[in-house]
């Protein structure tokens, strides 16, 4: 084709075609407005958008027969978009053969109102723990000793709840008045389990975050120092040459990136001082003829580095378990709940000022915590079969020494009652451990190995399932003495708690129904990428802008969407041409 043709305009059109590896797609505006929306939620881009002439340009370059919609319209869509997903994710929790664990975290904003999220811990009839945001209500007063009770109560009428709530773990110091509302509230609606002693708890990632921050206080000219040394090799490239060249010349092994800190995630600072100490080396022979230059850092500031950074890799090791994907259960936290414990008041008694000045508001701090969590904790790693009992006693023996026996009783004595008043409870039409059943509908028996069998109306045993159950309760207690009394599994590293309880659950029936439950309870009530944070999350403007249902709509709904495989739609960017 020739140049004038082009740009005069008269060039000759010509007919495209498809080739055979790329399928036809119609063009379907509801689709595209469906997808619109889930791109909206999915990546948090504001409702207006819609209406900004360069993405209204785009899409209509992109496909010009799709109308744009409005704001009102595409909030619709958003809304809808969270209606649907609402509809499964009701029918799931509908299902749950257990009861579920609320944690209650609270968001600031610069209106002074209050964003309460609820995220539900269940476990479902295959098993399997599950973590998703139910609500996010608004509260006009976040500081009153109502607020949280009324959301929590939003939340169980929303999701026909009544009855089913188990526990509760909050992320800030309540009053006594707060948290006795929050018992009233839940004993009206919910049967309490040890007369409630499950029923509220804190944050963990809080607690650690407080001591964390406790620390680098205590510890603020050496951070700074630290920090001063770290920011004059970062912030000038000549100055990190010589750096890195020193570095090769003394072969300092380090694999730790210098960086400098975030002080909103003290995780970062920690990462600092740890990657600065491996380089001390370097530091000490770092050329300080530039006048900008401290004095380099003395023996005595890089062993105080040292001890803090030892004393915060307990809390950092615990936290990044808090902040990985995989939703752990409860009994993961027992094993670094109680090692804090006993190392930090270990600490606590060194002859050496800064240690025992660093870690004395530390374990202050952990040990509120310990005192208010430790029964809980205490509980799921016993029904942990590679464990049980036994690492109480171990675990109680090193943190209280002779007093020991004492603690261990009350966490026997607990486990007992808890167990206790799960046998009291009502028995279900069929029994409890026959939970799967088949496409007619028949209960399927699944063995401790989790093999399937015949079902119990195939062999005409019915009412002799019945019988068992009935005998079964009365000789109860003997089912948790029973499984204490056996032989502790090995420890394996990869071992799936909950997948073995489904296989035993047909041999321990009710301490399966408790196991359960008490695995579900959540210790911390922060988002995997918001466990390390410093500052209180903040509802930003443009959320407070919106309606309270609508900014309820687009959080709930992202966090169901992110745990879908992403489908790359093809509607929108596939146009249509003639063949």
């Known amino acids: 084709m020739k140049m004038s043709e082009i740009w005069n305009g008269t060039e000759t059109k010509k007919r495209r075609y498809r080739t055979a590896g790329s399928p036809y797609f119609g063009f379907d505006p509801d689709r595209c407005r469906h997808e619109i929306a889930r791109m909206i939620i999915m990546h948090d881009y504001p409702l207006h958008m819609v209406e900004h002439p360069g993405f209204v340009a785009f899409v209509q370059n992109l496909q010009p027969r799709f109308d744009m919609v409005s704001f009102n319209t595409v909030q619709g869509d958003c809304v809808a978009t969270y209606l649907r997903e609402k509809q499964g994710l009701q029918k799931l929790i509908e299902g749950i053969p257990g009861r579920i664990c609320l944690t209650l975290d609270l968001w600031t904003s610069s209106q002074t109102v209050g964003y309460v999220f609820l995220t539900g811990y269940f476990i479902d009839i295959d098993w399997k723990l599950h973590r998703k945001i139910l609500n996010v209500v608004m509260e006009p007063y976040p500081e009153s000793d109502s607020a949280l009770g009324h959301a929590v109560d939003s939340c169980l009428a929303d999701w026909s709840m009544e009855g089913r709530l188990f526990s509760l773990t909050i992320n800030q110091s309540l009053s006594e008045a707060g948290i006795e509302n929050l018992r009233a509230l839940l004993s009206i609606k ?7 002693q499950l ?58 990136l210098l960086t400098l800190d975030d002080q909103t995630r003290w995780n970062t600072t920690y990462e600092m001082l740890v990657a600065a100490s491996e380089l001390r080396e370097v530091f000490s022979c770092f050329d300080t003829s530039d006048p900008d230059y401290k004095e380099p850092l003395s023996m005595e500031v890089w062993k105080q580095v040292e001890t803090l950074c030892t004393h915060l ?38 002859e050496d000022p800064f240690v025992s000045n660093l870690t004395r508001p530390m374990h202050e701090k952990f040990d509120k915590y ?33 007093a020991a026996a004492t603690y261990v009783k009350i966490v026997d004595e607990g486990i007992h009652e808890l167990f206790l008043e799960y046998v009291a409870l009502p028995l279900p039409l069929t029994p409890p451990y026959l939970e799967e059943t088949n496409g007619g509908g028949n209960i399927k028996v699944e ?61 321990y029936p009710t301490l399966s129904k408790m196991a359960r439950n008490i695995l579900t309870i959540p210790v911390c009530t922060l988002g995997p990428d918001s466990v390390f944070d410093t500052v209180r999350k903040e509802m930003d403007s443009y959320r407070c802008s919106l309606r309270p249902e609508t900014v309820e709509a687009l959080i709930c709904a992202k966090d169901w969407l992110k745990r879908e495989p992403v489908e790359t739609s093809k509607a929108l960017v596939k146009m249509e041409f003639p063949i």
């Open 447 to 507: 063995d401790a190995h989790g093999g399937s069998g015949l079902s119990s109306d195939e062999l005409g045993l019915t009412d002799f399932d019945m019988y068992i159950m009935e005998t079964t309760s009365h000789q109860s207690r003997s089912e948790l003495d029973q499984y204490l009394e056996e032989s502790l599994l090995p420890r394996v590293h990869e071992f799936d708690v909950l997948g073995w309880w489904k296989l035993n659950k047909t041999k």
């Open 199 to 256: 029923l509220v708890g804190n944050c963990l990632a809080r607690t650690l975050s407080g001591i964390a921050l406790e620390a680098l206080r205590t510890a603020q000219e050496t951070v700074r120092m630290i920090r001063d040394s770290v920011k004059y090799v970062k912030t000038s490239e000549s100055h990190e040459d010589k750096f890195l060249k020193l570095k090769q010349q003394l072969q300092v092994p380090s694999m730790k």
């Open 313 to 350: 890799k307990l809390l950092f090791d615990t936290a990044t378990i808090l902040a990985s994907p995989t939703i752990q259960t409860t009994n993961t936290f027992f094993h670094e709940a109680w090692k804090i414990q006993l190392e930090l008041g270990r600490a606590i008694e060194s």
């Open 190 to 196: 919910n049967p309490l389990m040890l007369n409630g």
């Open 370 to 402: 310990w005192k208010n969590c430790c029964l809980v904790l205490a509980i799921a790693v016993v029904m942990d079969p590679r464990f049980k009992m036994k690492l109480v006693e171990f675990s109680f023996s090193k943190i209280y020494g002779d």
